[in-house]
């Protein structure tokens, strides 16, 4: 399961998504979770599952892989799933003449918001899969540079975002080579009660932390020796520049979003 989080991970592919603009992919993602919680019915919500599909077939990125990073979540959609089903009470009655409660619709809105949760953790997952960590850094440094005038260290604040991404993998790698280790040792992981189980998560949890304390140290410790000292007369590289084509995803997002608006106007909301 652990192997199956793909958070933070770079797929390299040559697509138009890859090129966009970082700040204008991430006002994207921003955009899209606002209007994916302005979905009132299953018709909206098709029109950003759409495009959602159509910006995952322009990145060139496998659908396999974006299925790979829903795998962690199938709990909680899970959970959610029941709650809705068995919470709401309106609507008519599917089982009449039995103790199960169960209506059309709490089945309408537990399929719903199972949607609605697989559609924004694939359209997060985009971002991170077609954008490069460093240029994420720079793009979340520049949304964010009015902030200097409050004297917040921006630069910091992205750097910290970037590297928390970047070493989830790592970090993942860590527990399972931790865990393999104490099996070896012939820890019992899987079985017993929930108490002994999680008494036995213990001596996996102590390394893992001293572990990532290590590395931490380690990181700051090389990032002193090459005289890093933050953003002040930092120069890059590559200037990140706004093009035409950087334009057109904003325009589709907005006909999208006029869509949706008069889609919850003229249909029946579900929520």
């Given at each position: 399961?652990?192997?199956?989080?793909?958070?933070?991970?770079?797929?390299?592919?040559?697509?138009?998504?890859?090129?966009?603009?970082?700040?204008?992919?991430?006002?994207?993602?921003?955009?899209?979770?606002?209007?994916?919680?302005?979905?009132?019915?299953?018709?909206?919500?098709?029109?950003?599952?759409?495009?959602v599909v159509f910006s995952i077939l322009a990145s060139k990125v496998p659908f396999k892989t974006f299925f790979k990073s829903l795998k962690p979540?199938?709990?909680?959609?899970?959970?959610?799933?029941?709650?809705?089903?068995?919470?709401?009470?309106?609507?008519?009655?599917?089982?009449?003449?039995t103790f199960i409660k169960i209506t059309d619709l709490g089945l309408a809105t537990a399929f719903f918001m199972s949607v609605r949760i697989i559609?924004?953790?694939?359209?997060?997952?985009?971002?991170?899969?077609?954008?490069?960590?460093?240029?994420?850094?720079?793009?979340?440094?520049?949304?964010?540079?009015?902030?200097?005038?409050f004297h917040i260290e921006v630069h910091t604040f992205a750097m910290m975002m970037t590297l928390a991404l970047r070493f989830i993998p790592t970090?993942?790698?860590?527990?399972?080579?931790?865990?393999?280790?104490?099996?070896?040792?012939?820890?019992?992981?899987?079985?017993?009660?929930?108490?002994?189980?999680?008494?036995?998560?213990?001596?996996?949890?102590?390394?893992?932390?001293?572990?990532?304390?290590?590395?931490?140290?380690?990181?700051?410790?090389?990032?002193?020796?090459?005289?890093?000292?933050?953003?002040?007369?930092?120069?890059?590289?590559?200037?990140?520049?706004?093009?035409?084509?950087?334009?057109?995803?904003?325009?589709?997002?907005?006909?999208?979003?006029?869509?949706?608006?008069?889609?919850?106007?003229?249909?029946?909301?579900?929520?």
């Amino acid at each position: 399961m652990l192997s199956d989080i793909t958070i933070g991970q770079y797929y390299k592919a040559d697509s138009f998504v890859h090129r966009l603009d970082p700040r204008i992919k991430i006002i994207l993602t921003i955009w899209f979770i606002v209007i994916i919680f302005l979905c009132k019915n299953f018709l909206s919500l098709a029109l950003m599952l759409s495009l959602v599909v159509f910006s995952i077939l322009a990145s060139k990125v496998p659908f396999k892989t974006f299925f790979k990073s829903l795998k962690p979540i199938i709990p909680v959609i899970l959970f959610t799933t029941i709650l809705n089903i068995f919470y709401i009470k309106d609507g008519n009655l599917l089982f009449p003449d039995t103790f199960i409660k169960i209506t059309d619709l709490g089945l309408a809105t537990a399929f719903f918001m199972s949607v609605r949760i697989i559609t924004l953790i694939m359209c997060s997952s985009l971002l991170t899969y077609t954008t490069v960590p460093t240029m994420l850094t720079d793009a979340i440094e520049k949304l964010l540079s009015p902030l200097k005038v409050f004297h917040i260290e921006v630069h910091t604040f992205a750097m910290m975002m970037t590297l928390a991404l970047r070493f989830i993998p790592t970090l993942i790698e860590e527990i399972e080579r931790i865990t393999n280790a104490q099996k070896a040792r012939g820890a019992d992981l899987e079985n017993g009660k929930l108490m002994q189980r999680v008494k036995a998560m213990i001596p996996i949890l102590i390394p893992l932390f001293v572990s990532a304390f290590m590395r931490a140290s380690e990181l700051a410790f090389a990032m002193s020796c090459r005289c890093y000292r933050g953003g002040n007369g930092r120069t890059k590289m590559k200037q990140m520049k706004l093009s035409l084509k950087d334009i057109v995803p904003l325009l589709i997002f907005a006909v999208f979003t006029v869509g949706v608006v008069l889609v919850n106007k003229y249909f029946n909301p579900i929520i």
